[in-house]
T-cell receptor
């Protein structure tokens, strides 16, 4: 299996521009998570989906952030407009059950490093 | 409320010496606990997990952790460090949230350096 695939790996953009991050989860996984990692705040859960439906988006910072999962093999995280404080590494992860349940294993992608100038 | 504290932000050891990464948790019930590892420019990978079975949990790459309820600790150990162990390690507690699903709460991380 190819694992969780994220694109782009690196993105540099200017403040005010729209940013779209993409994720392909592991086939057969029915949970998908978006995390953000910064030095100051560590790893934060932004949103997660179960069977393509958003379950908990309480971690999404503000209305500039949106996430979609149109099908079981694809998800996007969009920031519009982007701001310098959005600079971070964004991780997508997938799982076969709600993380923390009897397996608790999340499979992470390699991340998308976003720099907003 | 559930939380997790990693007591050391950086740990440095020599190759071949033991590794100890400390983690304390706070939970109002018997938690599920995990250790994840992140190598530079990579995603996180599960090392091991505790889910109320045996208190001594063995993971990949020779790591193990012991759940001590009386001390609310879940320290990660390895008898002999290898250069390839240099990475960031995250202690994680599972949080049962409203709606019945579980969320993972990550510690701040401990960066392990291994010197020749």
């Amino acid at each position: 299996d190819a694992g969780v695939i994220q694109s782009p790996r690196h993105e540099v953009t200017e403040m005010g521009q729209e940013v779209t991050l993409r994720c392909k989860p592991i086939s057969g996984h029915d949970y998908l998570f978006w995390y953000r990692q910064t030095m100051m705040r560590g790893l934060e859960l932004l949103i997660y989906f179960n069977n393509n439906v958003p379950i908990d988006d309480s971690g999404m910072p503000e209305d500039r952030f949106s996430a979609k999962m149109p099908n079981a093999s694809f998800s996007t995280l969009k920031i519009q407009p982007s701001e310098p404080r959005d600079s971070a590494v964004y991780f997508c992860a997938s799982s076969t059950d709600s993380a923390g349940d009897y397996t608790g294993e999340l499979f992470f992608g390699e991340g998308s490093r976003l720099t907003v100038l | 409320a559930q939380s997790v504290t990693q007591l050391d932000s950086h740990v440095s050891v020599s190759e071949g010496t033991p590794v100890l990464l400390r983690c304390n948790y706070s939970s109002s019930y018997s938690p599920s606990l995990f250790w994840y590892v992140q190598h530079p420019n990579k995603g996180l990978q599960l090392l091991l997990k505790y889910t109320s079975a045996a208190t001594l949990v063995k993971g990949i790459n020779g790591f193990e952790a012991e759940f001590k309820k009386s001390e609310t600790s879940f320290h990660l150990t390895k008898p002999s460090a290898h250069m390839s162990d240099a990475a960031e390690y995250f202690c994680v507690v599972s949080l049962v949230s409203s709606g019945g699903y579980n969320k993972l709460i990550f510690g701040a991380g401990t960066r392990l350096a291994v010197h020749p």
